[in-house]
């Protein structure tokens, strides 16, 4: 134990609002400050307006505000190099530098580092010019994936069943779809199976996984429809062995150990997305922070003081800390404004919030949701209001959710009903 200390935290979404109602439940929690935060975690700290991507203008908050923790949720200023400066400036930071942040910021770059590392993961190829990739996709054949290198919000993957659309994907990359992020294009193999994330604390030494989860990425119910920055998510997952478990700690381990011996310091959380093939585990992704909605269910399990394993993370002594976790099933579903991913309408009056966190084990995190000047709720984004449920089986806390869902009420409250269904079911649910 210490004194308290003031922390600031960098984002606006439900990971955040989860974050920083586990920071804020620590004792050692001083002032908490969001940047820019949203309607939710304006209950639990001060919301700040600050460029979370401007590495100069958060170090400078964050000394003068005398913290002694910054937490990064976001990739964005992760890839930016905020978390140098805040590190540069002697104030300990949770997330990975610049170099680190590479690991999601590049999937070439991630790609090479697993194939230097020999971590299973889908066969590939990457290109920066037309011609050669669609020769290799020509070679390849369906199906295949087409992935922009850089941050494309979740969104820059396409899983390609036929020829005409891998070419298609691959022109609309290299014709500017995702920006610059779109100027080199990965094409891999495409795995079966089923998708779990293990996500991981690390101080770049020592590796502390997490409980294991999994989103569900498309916008509709049976897994159709395009991607998006995920609908809802379970944890754990019940469908993995232990074989699988295993091979999952172990390649998180083998990851930050790489990262160690290329040069690379890296503090803060490490996100495997795997798929459990035939063959085994093979990592699908890095990312260099938290999953969102992954935090809703995992934080929410998570047992210890957060502050005190951010800081063990920030300042190389996670070795001293064990994790523990609430033996209890944690689902969450997201409830978005109609038509996401897509284009959709902000401004709609949200009620009901009260009445489903009146629910035993229900907490409503807000993700798009800002205060209007009438001094309502209103929706803000996307995706809106995620709704969490704790249960001693994985079927009440699904039940639980749902039940909590329907207190909520907006204009164009859009929500997946099969958050979990395919998990219920057991494995042979993919077969
Ligand atoms: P990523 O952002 O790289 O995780 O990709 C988003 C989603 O695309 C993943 O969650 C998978 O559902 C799918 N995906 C990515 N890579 C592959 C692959 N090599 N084979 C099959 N599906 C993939
Ligand atoms: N839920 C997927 C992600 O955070 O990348």
Redesign the pocket.
């Known amino acids: 134990m210490g004194n308290t200390i003031n922390i600031l935290l960098l984002g606006s979404g439900g990971r955040e609002h989860a974050l920083a109602a586990k920071l804020a439940e620590s004792p050692r929690c001083g002032e908490l400050f969001i940047a820019p935060g949203n309607g939710g975690t304006l209950a639990v700290g001060e919301n700040v307006a600050l460029d979370e991507n401007d590495p100069a203008a958060v170090a400078d908050f964050a000394r003068e505000t005398n913290c002694g923790l910054v937490v990064i949720g976001p990739e964005a200023p992760l890839v930016a190099g905020v978390a140098d400066a805040v590190r540069a400036a002697g104030i300990p930071c949770f997330g990975p530098g610049a170099a680190g942040a590479q690991m999601e910021g590049s999937k070439k770059f991630s790609k090479e580092l697993m194939g230097r590392a020999n971590i299973p993961t889908?066969a590939y190829g990457s290109f920066t010019e037309l011609e050669p990739a669609l020769a290799y996709v020509r070679v390849q054949g369906a199906p295949l994936?087409v992935?922009a290198d850089g941050l494309a919000a979740?969104k820059g993957?396409v899983?390609a069943s036929t020829l005409e659309e891998a070419e298609d994907a691959v022109r609309a990359c290299f014709e500017g779809a995702f920006g610059a992020a779109g100027s080199t294009v990965v094409i891999?193999?495409?795995?079966t199976g089923p998708?779990c994330s293990l996500l991981a604390f690390t101080d770049g030494k020592t590796v502390r996984p997490m409980a294991t989860s999994q989103d569900h990425?498309r916008a509709l119910e049976g897994d159709l429809g395009p991607?998006t920055g995920g609908m809802g998510v379970y944890s754990p997952v019940p469908i993995v062995t232990e074989a699988e478990h295993a091979e999952m700690e172990r390649i998180m381990a083998a990851t930050v150990a790489e990262l160690a011996a290329e040069g690379i310091d890296y503090r803060g959380c490490l996100y495997g997305?795997f798929?459990l093939t035939p063959e085994g585990p093979k990592v699908?992704?890095f990312n260099a922070r938290f999953g969102d909605p992954e935090t809703q269910v995992i934080l929410p399990r998570l047992e210890n003081d957060l502050v005190e394993v951010m800081l063990a993370c920030a300042n190389q002594t996670l070795d001293e800390v064990e994790l523990s976790w609430r033996p209890e099933w944690a689902v969450s579903v997201v409830l978005t404004s109609a038509g996401y991913p897509g284009s959709y309408e902000k401004g709609k009056v949200i009620t009901g919030i009260e009445d489903a966190e009146a629910m035993e084990n229900v907490t409503v995190y807000h993700a798009g949701t800002a205060v209007n000047d009438a001094g309502e709720l209103v929706t803000a984004g996307g995706r809106v209001l995620d709704v969490t449920a704790l249960g001693e089986t994985f079927e009440a806390a699904r039940d639980l959710a749902y039940a909590a869902c329907e207190k909520i009420s907006f204009e164009g409250k859009t929500l997946r009903r099969d958050i979990g269904l395919r998990a219920l079911k057991g494995r042979e649910a993919w077969a």
């Not at 891999?188 to 795995?191: R, V």
């Open positions: 889908a994936v992935k979740g993957v899983v891999e193999e495409c795995l998708e990425k991607n997305g798929m699908l992704e």
